[in-house]
């Protein structure tokens, strides 16, 4: 059989839309399994400074568990140059929470109905998020997030390795990382690589905005705040932001509890789709 | 206007390794620490600082320097202090700052402070550089956020501007720096501003900035005169496409130059130290040099030559002498022959200012001063009138000094006098 005989329906609806702020984006909508229903619950799902992967198996696995998941492109992740408008923490905070509020997520009686859900840079965002309006979310699940710094544990510098040191950093087997990191791109093509080069600058630059020079803008002194059910999982061989930092969140927040991955590294959503997706959605749906 | 000869010094450490290429990673940022010994440094800064003093003395017109941080090419973290002392110890030639990096001042109000109390001390003679700064320096030293650098440079530019011009007392609200009373205090002898030169890697909306300002464009670069050309013809192109003067005075270029009696003797002399330069001065980790963020999409997508792109570090890695004086990357030579080739440097580039690195890597203090006096004896005067009468009104982009300013070689004894006895009945 031949691969487009094979390749299966899109499991996700692309909308664009515009914010308040005037930042235009798209975000992907997964419908939970068997069609949209009313009831379901809805997860607002913020991606690393990766960005989403043409395939997402964690957003596809909430989805097929009767989630419905609202996954917003962060400015400066897709074609849309609206990324000036966002410049520190509380601006990328607050333009969470306008998806939120354009994507029609937040309930008029101000009922916390909301899940939120964020993978590293995206965890530090959906944590700042509830910091800002903890009666406004439900649950929260961050995966190995960014945000704190611990002067024993100092986290390698991103901003300054090179294309070829991030898949020992970011996965437990450099091997399959290196596969993920460059979907098979051919970089001695100049216009591969000069597109290359503006989604790096455009990306990381962004990225850089809450996470240079040290990825840490303070969430600590609001994390009391955060009273939310909040579900930590982590990569075991996590080597970017290491299992400590799992304690120190869980000692951070009000009411946490850490769920430690064996086999995955920092990229853990694609390296153990199946058992985020079982972690996950038990927290959640408890 | 005559060409301007600014005699350059980048201070770097003399004593880096033989194995430094191999056994450590970069000579920027995260430099081994115990390279540095203190005590050595006590000599050095003197000897680059007699180098300098020795410029004014040849007469070059101008004498550089410039900011680097956690550098073992540059030790010079605050060009100010160097400047300072030879504001003290010279009288004729401009105090070039090429320059400071003014989004790393906190407030940046403190270099229009700086900048104005070393043209109080030198009668005028700054000229006033205001480089965006090298990823190295500004966001890997500095910490600032590369996406957000060049935001925060304009915003301190127009501050420090502000400081200089605006006779009153004002509030500055900006987004990186809030000071509710702005007041300049003291204020530059040259008015409404010293020259400004703004120093560029390569980013071509700093080409928009300079003409929008007038400001000079200064293409400083390690890859010589024969490199720049791609870069400073587009600099030109666009000075037409916004219909400003060609004056060559809009532009300035960085060149690594070594005179000697003959040819053969350039070679014998320097060619070790260039290769030192080059070898070891020039090894910088290519992670340092390109954080996202810190290159605008326009400039990636013109594709702009990096002087720190990883493709030309190993060009460096191969280079040898002969590759260095044809590349261009050095000027080297009988005074015959530099002065044929900065001839065609200054022409094909178009520039009024010429940054002389006279002195590069690990070389001793004679050779720098023979280098330095064979070219400002014999090559210098050849080069000064290349543009003739045509630009004879144009402005020049350079210090004007007070006439009757104070000169150290009249005070220097004067300062250590005793006091004399009062005459007549004290109060």
Redesign the interface.
């Given at each position: 059989m031949s691969a487009t005989e094979t390749a299966p329906a899109p499991a996700f609806e692309e909308v664009v839309i515009t914010t308040r702020r005037s930042v235009t984006a798209p975000v992907r909508v997964y419908e939970p399994a068997g069609g949209a229903s009313a009831g379901a619950a809805t997860v607002l799902a913020l991606h690393g400074a990766g960005g989403w992967l043409p395939g997402e198996p964690v957003l596809d696995g909430l989805a097929a568990a009767g989630l419905r998941v609202v996954a917003p492109v962060w400015p400066a992740w897709s074609e849309h140059t609206d990324e000036d408008r966002l410049?520190d923490m509380q601006d990328f905070a607050l333009h969470g929470w306008d998806v939120a509020t354009e994507m029609g997520l937040l309930r008029a009686d101000g009922a916390a109905e909301l899940h939120l859900m964020g993978h590293s840079m995206g965890g530090m965002i959906a944590a700042e998020m509830a910091a800002l309006a903890p009666q406004s979310v439900a649950r929260m699940a961050l995966l190995c997030p960014a945000g704190m710094w611990l002067d024993d544990h100092p986290i390698p510098d991103i901003?300054?390795?090179?294309p070829y040191?991030l898949a020992e950093v970011l996965f437990a087997d450099p091997n399959v990382g290196e596969e993920v990191l460059t979907g098979g791109a051919d970089f001695s093509d100049n216009a591969t690589l000069?597109r290359f080069?503006?989604a790096?600058?455009?990306?990381?630059?962004?990225?850089?905005?809450i996470l240079?020079?040290?990825p840490n803008r303070r969430f600590s002194e609001r994390a009391y705040r955060v009273t939310v059910p909040t579900l930590l999982v982590w990569g075991r061989q996590d080597r970017l932001i290491p299992p400590a930092y799992a304690d120190a969140w869980q000692a951070a927040l009000p009411d946490a509890t850490v769920e430690l991955v064996d086999g995955a590294g920092h990229m853990l959503p694609y390296e153990q789709s199946a058992a985020v997706v079982a972690a996950v959605t038990s927290h959640l749906t408890s | 206007m005559t060409v301007k000869f600014c005699w350059f010094n980048l201070m770097p450490w003399p004593d880096l390794p033989d194995d430094f290429k191999t056994e450590h990673r970069s000579v920027w940022v995260d430099i081994d620490g115990s390279l540095f010994d203190p005590e050595r440094a006590n000599g050095v800064y003197h000897e680059y600082m007699d180098q300098l003093e020795f410029a004014d003395e040849l007469g070059f017109d101008g004498i550089g320097v410039n900011e680097h941080h956690q550098n073992g090419y540059g030790i010079m973290p605050s060009p100010n202090i160097i400047a300072a002392g030879l504001a003290r110890r010279t009288s004729q030639a401009a105090i070039c700052v090429i320059g400071n990096s003014i989004a790393l001042y906190n407030p940046p109000h403190r270099v229009a402070e700086e900048f104005a109390m070393l043209d109080c001390l030198s009668g005028g003679r700054l000229v006033a550089g205001f480089p965006v700064g090298t990823p190295m320096d500004t966001n890997f030293t500095y910490g600032q956020i590369p996406a957000l650098t060049r935001e925060k440079y304009y915003e301190a530019h127009d501050l420090i501007m502000e400081a200089w011009t605006n006779p009153d007392v004002f509030a500055f609200d900006g987004k990186y720096t809030q000071l509710r009373y702005v007041n300049c205090w003291p204020k530059p002898i040259q008015q409404p501003h010293p020259p400004i030169y703004i120093p560029g890697g390569g980013s071509i909306e700093t080409w928009d900035f300079c003409l929008e300002n007038d400001y000079n464009y200064s293409y400083l670069s390690f890859n010589g005169y024969l490199a720049g050309q791609t870069l400073m013809d587009g600099y030109w192109n666009r000075v037409g496409e916004l219909d400003k003067s060609m004056t060559p005075g809009r532009a300035g270029f960085a060149q690594i130059i070594c005179t000697a009696a003959t040819d053969a003797e350039a070679e014998e002399l320097y060619s070790e130290h260039m290769l030192y330069f080059f070898n070891r001065c020039l090894h910088v980790f290519p992670g340092f040099a390109d954080p996202p963020g810190y290159r605008t999409v326009k400039t990636i997508q013109a594709g702009k030559l990096d002087q720190f792109r990883k493709e030309n570090q190993a060009l460096f890695k191969r280079l040898t002498w002969k590759d260095l004086v044809e590349g261009g990357y050095v000027i080297a030579g009988s005074p015959d022959t530099v002065r044929e080739r900065m001839e065609d440097m200054i022409k094909r580039l178009r520039v009024g200012t010429v940054f002389c690195l006279l002195h590069m890597g690990n070389m001793p203090d004679w050779k720098t001063r023979y280098s330095s006096q064979l070219f400002a004896e014999k090559v210098m005067p050849g080069l000064r009138g290349i543009w003739g009468d045509e630009f004879a009104d144009a402005e020049d982009w350079w210090c004007k000094p007070m006439d009757d300013r104070v000169r150290p070689e009249d005070t220097m004894a004067d300062a250590r006098r005793y006091p004399e006895a009062p005459k007549g009945p004290v109060a």
């Open positions: 410049s901003f300054a390795m090179l040191q000069t080069m503006v790096r600058a455009r990306q990381q630059g962004m990225a850089g905005k240079f020079p040290i | -």
